[in-house]
């Protein structure tokens, strides 16, 4: 009895011996080699002492078997969590676990830019390595069910901005917050609308965005700009504007628009139909929302380029004409 009890006490004071040893472990800084950071992949499903592992054969300067202990002494074994890591120089065991329960993984991000089309977009994820290819092989109405569920056209229902991921991320996840994040700014532009704008959905209110997006040649233009067409459209006039041909002519656009572009009937076609097109034609940022849902107080129906960038208003066919003489011709 007596040996049984000092066998008890033996391994007692061992456990206490061993749980102190990976407490003071687990506070002293890790060094990593040529002092840099480390990058490593947890896969998915990993276990514990598998994750030690794959960390240790990435380069990670910490004893495998230490880690595992140090994860189930504190309860955390079952709580890591899968992606890709940087253990930067200096860490200690404790916050590297701290990080992989937490699932502070490395962060990757892709920026969309204003006045792109979808395509270009699309193109655009397509090419990030780190992004997952989950929407490559969809249709577009595939496409639509899974990130933007109740439209019938991809275009202009993403917002441009820099999002951030965790490396390995699927792309459709990167389509839905930027639709997500697109419906919101449209949902507050539209409750702060003019009264008078003629739109009667904010889909609407989208298109005529998107036109002034790729109209604009000056920030400070964008509200005068979206009234000449919004006066265009309140007195049932032809937008006529030449970025929505262009669209129209997908990939025979070679950079010029010719007297034959304008009579070739496209939906896109502003010079031949009346109303707005039936889509938006490129992503949409915040100015131009507002500019869209509020425009200028003006009655301008025309503008045309100075060739510097700026643009000459006119309220009269006559003006403009003089106009156009001026700066075009």
């Known amino acids: 009895m007596a040996a049984i009890k000092k066998i008890i006490v033996y391994l007692v004071l061992l456990a206490f011996s061993a749980t102190a040893f990976v407490v003071f472990w687990s506070r002293e800084p890790l060094t990593t080699a040529d002092s840099m950071p480390v990058e490593f992949t947890i896969k998915p499903g990993s276990s ?35 992606g890709s890591y940087q253990l930067r120089p200096g860490s200690t065991p404790l916050a590297l676990l701290d990080m992989l329960v937490r699932g502070e993984t490395i962060q990757e991000s892709l920026t969309i830019i204003e006045g792109w089309t979808f395509a270009q977009m699309r193109a655009e994820v397509a090419r990030h390595k780190w992004l997952k290819p989950d929407s490559a092989n969809l249709s577009e109405q595939e496409f639509i069910a899974k990130v933007a569920p109740g439209y019938d056209k991809p275009e202009g229902l993403f917002y441009p ?28 532009a539209w409750a702060r609308r003019s009264p008078d704008v003629p739109y009667s959905s904010p889909y609407q209110a989208l298109i005529m965005a998107s036109i002034v997006e790729k109209e604009t040649g000056l920030q400070a233009e964008r509200k005068q700009i979206a009234a000449v067409f919004v006066n ?12 929505t041909v262009i669209y129209g002519m997908g990939e025979r656009f070679d950079g010029n628009i010719r007297k034959q572009d304008l009579l070739t009937d496209t939906p896109y076609n502003t010079y031949l139909r009346r109303g707005l097109p039936p889509t938006p034609i490129a992503l949409t940022g915040s100015a131009s929302l507002q500019a869209a849902l509020n425009p200028a107080p003006t009655n301008d129906l025309f503008f045309v380029a100075r060739g510097d960038g700026s643009s000459k208003f006119s309220e009269s066919l006559d003006d403009h004409n003089k106009a156009v003489n001026k700066y075009q011709r």
Do not use: N, W
Not at 232 to 243: N, S
């Open 161 to 188: 901005d820099t999002y951030l991921f965790a490396r390995g991320s699927s792309d459709l996840l990167l389509y839905q917050q930027a639709h997500t994040q697109m419906k919101k700014v449209l949902d507050q």
């Open 48 to 82: 514990v002492r598998s994750a030690a592992r794959d960390m240790r054969d990435a380069g990670v300067p910490a004893t495998p078997e230490l880690m595992e202990l140090l994860a189930r002494v504190l309860g955390k074994a079952g709580s890591i969590k899968a």
């Open 232 to 243: 265009r459209l309140k007195r049932g006039m032809l937008l006529q504007t030449d970025p």
